[in-house]
């Protein structure tokens, strides 16, 4: 089954700290841009940062900058986002997707994850 597999999420204090993980089963992450997006209730949803297949190029929302890192082990199938200094509006459900591309934010995505709830409260 190809499919994208988000982790990590979960509740923290304003200020902390999550590492998001997001793994691919059943194909290469090699040649895909991987974006980050998250949708809080009542939002829309937005992009937060993203990959190029490469590593090479990596692009944030101005909401984010400073404050997360994107990252990817191709070896291990796997993209990361660390998000640091975390705020109550950083609160909402997070999901990654895989764009066949060299650069970063695809156009179009093949896989979407099911998401995972990032919570920001004290």
């Known amino acids: 089954q190809l499919q994208l597999v988000e982790s990590g999420g979960g509740l923290v204090q304003p200020g902390g700290s999550l590492r998001l993980s997001c793994a691919a089963s059943?194909?290469?992450?090699?040649?895909?841009?991987i974006g980050w997006f998250r949708q809080a209730p009542g939002k829309e949803r937005e992009g937060v940062s993203c990959?190029?297949?490469?590593?090479?190029?990596?692009n944030y929302a101005d909401s984010v900058k400073g404050r997360f890192t994107i990252s990817r082990d191709n070896a291990k199938n796997t993209v990361y986002l660390q998000m640091n200094s975390l705020k109550h509006e950083d609160t909402a459900v997070y999901y990654c997707?895989?764009?066949?591309?060299?650069?970063?934010?695809?156009?179009?995505?093949?896989?979407w994850g099911q998401g995972t709830q990032v919570t920001v409260s004290s």
């Open positions: 997707a895989a764009g066949y591309s060299d650069y970063v934010w695809p156009l179009e995505y093949d896989y």
């Open positions: 059943g194909f290469t992450l090699d040649y895909y841009a």
């Open positions: 990959i190029s297949s490469s590593g090479g190029f990596t």
